[in-house]
């Protein structure tokens, strides 16, 4: 039976799995001890839960688990990862390099630092979205400790040269950070394949729940320092205190073990139902395709109609088709998407984009209704409402 709002917006979250709330409810109930009550069952039990998380997580990504350092989530693990590479390399340098479509939680991030004496470059994409290579390594300085680019984009879905950016970054001998918080368990991601030093998480992407994310942090070749940003008990080898989220990690850990199984059948499945809905946006006159279709996430894309203003046509949709015009994290924004003017989108289309991402339990059954929706609703739209301007 058809669910109504048709949900379409799972890279903003998704629905926690049936199976990673059956792995959680123990701890909240029978198994409530602190993972770091170290005398008693009850601690032993929490300690336990909290070890086999870690390496569900580390085996998603190809690291070892004691480099899993559990976080509240991705925007946590963000700050940490350059907060902390920025106080523990001070000796060394103060430059960051970064992209201009990384997410807020970068981004902002990245701004304190340079209120606080770092120095930060933003560079420009290309207009698929695509970082140049070249202008990377010729940004590079002396004192420059750490490149900052996302796996794959939150709004438009796009995957970056990680593999190339991180061989430029051990050629300097600069770390290399990723936020693979969309990336990680829709596509492969190996942190030894990929040269990648410091690497941010977040459950509630994958299936599993709010408030609960991971940083890899590498341990050899290099092993990475990091400053601790919040301090009390010395948690996590030191790098995030705070008394552990047993019920929230083993439901991250298990959202892990999961994606792991069954992560390529349902990219391939989901990458079918994107097909079927893309193409039959793409038939609507003036759709248009925003970002690379080539380097891109199976789940993702965010496409523009000419002359029908997104937020009025989400409007429109709110009862039947829940989608989004791009991040949640600045969603409340009236300005256009800075991620499609960065791809040089003028605003008459950035203003008239939609995200689309389909997820684990989408169906060809809401992807029908979706189509049968979306186009006389961009129709209407067109015949009765000015353009934005």
Same mark, same amino acid.
Not at 297 to 315: D, H, Q, V, Y
């Given at each position: 039976?058809?669910?109504?709002?048709? @949900? $379409?917006?799972? +890279?903003?979250?998704?629905? &926690? #799995?049936?199976?990673? *709330? %059956? !792995?959680?409810?123990?701890?909240? =109930?029978?198994?409530?001890?602190?993972?770091?009550?170290?005398?008693?069952?009850?601690?032993?039990?929490?300690?336990?839960?909290?070890?086999?998380?870690?390496?569900?997580?580390?085996?998603?990504?190809?690291?070892?688990?004691?480099?899993?350092?559990?976080?509240?989530?991705?925007?946590?693990?963000?700050?940490?990862?350059?907060?902390?590479?920025?106080?523990?390399?001070?000796?060394?340098?103060?430059?960051?390099?970064?992209?201009?479509?990384?997410?807020?939680?970068?981004?902002?991030?990245?701004?304190?630092?340079?209120?606080?004496?770092?120095?930060?470059? @933003? $560079?420009?994409? +290309?207009?698929?979205?695509? &970082? #140049?290579?070249?202008? *990377? %390594? !010729?940004?590079?300085?002396?004192? =420059?400790?750490?490149?900052?680019?996302?796996?794959?984009?939150?709004?438009?879905?796009?995957?970056?040269?990680?593999?190339?950016?991180?061989?430029?970054?051990?050629?300097?001998?600069?770390?290399?950070?990723?936020?693979?918080?969309?990336?990680?368990?829709?596509?492969?991601?190996?942190?030894?394949?990929?040269?990648?030093?410091?690497?941010?998480?977040?459950?509630?992407?994958?299936?599993?729940?709010?408030?609960?994310?991971?940083?890899?942090?590498?341990?050899?070749?290099?092993?990475?320092?990091?400053?601790?940003?919040?301090?009390?008990?010395?948690?996590?080898?030191?790098?995030?205190?705070?008394?552990?989220? &047993?019920?929230?990690?083993?439901?991250?850990?298990?959202?892990?073990?999961?994606?792991?199984?069954?992560?390529?059948?349902?990219?391939?499945?989901?990458?079918?139902?994107?097909?079927?809905?893309?193409?039959?946006?793409?038939?609507?006159?003036?759709?248009?395709?925003?970002?690379?279709?080539?380097?891109?996430?199976?789940?993702?894309?965010?496409?523009?109609?000419?002359?029908?203003?997104?937020?009025?046509?989400?409007?429109?949709?709110?009862?039947?088709?829940?989608?989004?015009?791009?991040?949640?994290?600045?969603?409340?924004?009236?300005?256009?998407?800075?991620?499609?003017?960065?791809?040089?989108?003028?605003?008459?289309?950035?203003?008239?984009?939609?995200?689309?991402?389909?997820?684990?339990?989408?169906?060809?059954?809401?992807?029908?209704?979706?189509?049968?929706?979306?186009?006389?609703?961009?129709?209407?739209?067109?015949?009765?409402?000015?353009?934005?301007?």
């Amino acid at each position: 039976m058809l669910t109504l709002p048709v @949900y $379409l917006d799972n +890279n903003a979250t998704t629905a &926690v #799995d049936p199976r990673v *709330l %059956e !792995a959680m409810l123990p701890y909240f =109930t029978r198994h409530y001890g602190n993972a770091a009550s170290r005398t008693h069952a009850y601690g032993w039990q929490a300690e336990e839960a909290v070890d086999i998380a870690r390496e569900q997580v580390a085996a998603l990504i190809g690291a070892e688990p004691k480099e899993i350092v559990f976080t509240s989530g991705a925007t946590e693990s963000d700050n940490l990862a350059i907060k902390g590479v920025f106080e523990a390399y001070s000796s060394k340098g103060n430059h960051i390099i970064t992209v201009t479509t990384e997410h807020k939680a970068v981004l902002d991030t990245c701004k304190h630092i340079e209120k606080i004496g770092g120095e930060v470059t @933003y $560079l420009p994409v +290309n207009n698929e979205g695509l &970082v #140049d290579l070249g202008e *990377l %390594e !010729a940004a590079i300085r002396s004192t =420059t400790i750490l490149i900052a680019v996302m796996y794959a984009n939150n709004e438009i879905g796009v995957i970056q040269p990680v593999m190339q950016i991180a061989e430029i970054a051990k050629r300097h001998d600069i770390l290399f950070f990723s936020d693979a918080a969309q990336a990680v368990g829709k596509i492969p991601v190996n942190v030894l394949d990929d040269g990648i030093d410091i690497l941010s998480l977040s459950a509630h992407k994958i299936y599993g729940p709010k408030g609960i994310g991971a940083l890899y942090v590498r341990r050899k070749n290099p092993r990475v320092k990091l400053i601790a940003q919040m301090d009390g008990g010395g948690h996590e080898r030191g790098m995030r205190s705070g008394t552990l989220n &047993v019920p929230a990690i083993a439901g991250l850990g298990k959202a892990c073990e999961l994606c792991s199984i069954e992560m390529n059948t349902d990219g391939e499945r989901i990458a079918n139902l994107g097909n079927k809905l893309e193409k039959a946006l793409l038939n609507i006159e003036g759709a248009r395709i925003n970002g690379s279709i080539q380097h891109r996430l199976p789940n993702t894309f965010n496409i523009s109609f000419k002359g029908a203003e997104s937020e009025r046509l989400m409007l429109s949709l709110s009862r039947n088709v829940a989608v989004s015009s791009g991040s949640a994290c600045t969603s409340a924004s009236i300005e256009p998407s800075y991620v499609l003017k960065a791809l040089g989108l003028p605003d008459d289309l950035a203003y008239s984009s939609i995200r689309f991402g389909l997820g684990r339990f989408t169906t060809e059954e809401e992807i029908d209704y979706a189509i049968g929706q979306l186009t006389p609703a961009i129709e209407n739209l067109r015949s009765t409402l000015p353009q934005h301007v």
